[in-house]
């Protein structure tokens, strides 16, 4: 059973950084797509970015730029570096895990909040 434990969430102002970190309970990068996805309060959960088996990352248009998506095999960690960070990018980030023909995992999520 696949259990995702975001951290790195917090208050930030507009232009600065965070980090965001997701622990996987296993080894699970070569059979599974990580991924972020953000839900702003009254609108669904949208895809951030997800970052392949092969290492291959993909990102929504409204981050590309901003945002990088990288792991640690060895820590079993996947990471969200957020950059030249906005007021519309505060939601609840959540970790997901994908294998082809399974159910999706989550994780719990990890509030960012981008304000002065």
């Known amino acids: 059973q696949v259990q995702l434990v975001e951290s790195g969430g917090g208050l930030v102002q507009p232009g600065g950084s965070l980090r965001l970190s997701c622990i996987a309970s296993?080894?699970?990068?070569?059979?599974?797509?990580m991924g972020w996805y953000r839900q702003a309060p009254g609108k669904q959960r949208e895809f951030v970015a997800t970052?392949?088996?092969?290492?291959?990352?993909n990102y929504a248009d409204s981050v590309k730029g901003r945002f990088t998506i990288s792991r640690d095999v060895a820590k079993n960690t996947v990471y969200l570096q957020m950059n030249s960070l906005r007021p519309e990018d505060t939601a609840v980030y959540f970790c997901?895990?994908?294998?082809?023909?399974?159910?999706?995992?989550w994780g719990q999520g990890t509030q960012v909040t981008v304000s002065s």
């Open positions: 997901n895990a994908q294998r082809l023909g399974f159910a999706s995992k």
């Open positions: 296993g080894s699970i990068f070569n059979s599974h797509v």
């Open positions: 970052l392949n088996s092969s290492g291959r990352t």
